[in-house]
């Protein structure tokens, strides 16, 4: 199995600061990365994915980049509404996994 | 607009089973596969496996092979997971999710289905 490690495990922000998390699988997976945002008691909703596109109506602030076995998502300039978890995904190969979340917090 | 409606909480003894529904609208519910995705709380996402609509054909991550049965009903457009021999550790929230492209990236998401694994 890929394993998919993130970085930092949380970090503290204040609105307008530029955010940096860090994704690396365990194994080459080409562009076959999501990032995700998640919000207490709601579901996943896929941010990026292939390693860069922006999901329709994501806002343009979320940017993804990388391939192979280093990735990142960086959110340009916090907003309120930012505040959430964020999980990377791999899509090269079954089973499919998950990275262990970076929890975006308020300073 | 697309929509995927899981079934409600559920409250289990350990070595029970458990079976979580998922009603798909808004597409063609046999075109995509509907994958299986689970939270437990406090922790992160655990990728269970997919199944195909439309063959009925199903993948299962290794870890629940042979305790997880991944059904369809096409004609209530309604996908099921079943997972028996439950235990504490399977207390979770259970998410239905599927992509309507060629990617394994999930942009449709159910609710979420709690089930609680308690003596």
């Known amino acids: 199995d890929i394993q998919m490690t993130q970085s930092p495990s949380s970090v503290s922000a204040s609105v307008g600061d530029r955010v940096t998390i860090t994704c690396r699988a365990s194994?080459?997976?080409?562009?076959?990365l999501g990032w995700y945002q998640q919000k207490p008691g709601k579901a996943p909703k896929l941010l990026i994915y292939?390693?860069?596109s922006l999901e329709s109506g994501v806002p343009s602030r979320f940017s993804g980049s990388g391939s192979g076995t280093d990735f990142t998502l960086t959110i340009s300039s916090l907003q309120p509404e930012d505040f959430a978890t964020y999980y990377c995904q791999q899509a090269n190969s079954f089973p499919l996994t998950f990275g262990g979340g970076t929890k975006v917090e308020i300073k | 607009q697309v929509q995927l409606v899981q079934s409600g909480s559920e409250v289990k003894k350990p070595g029970a089973s458990v079976k979580v529904s998922c009603k798909a609208s808004g597409y063609t519910f046999t075109s995509y596969d509907i994958n299986w995705v689970r939270q437990a709380t406090g922790q992160g996402l655990e990728w269970m496996g997919w199944m195909n609509p439309n063959s009925g054909n199903t993948g299962y991550a290794q870890k629940f092979q042979g305790r997880v049965t991944m059904t369809r009903n096409t004609s209530i457009r309604t996908a099921y997971m079943e997972l028996s021999s439950l235990r504490s550790e399977d207390t979770a929230v259970y998410h239905c999710a599927t992509t309507l492209g060629e990617l394994l990236f999930f942009d449709y998401w159910g609710q979420g289905t709690l089930v609680t694994v308690s003596s």
């Open positions: 194994q080459g997976i080409s562009s076959w």
């Open positions: 292939a390693a860069s």
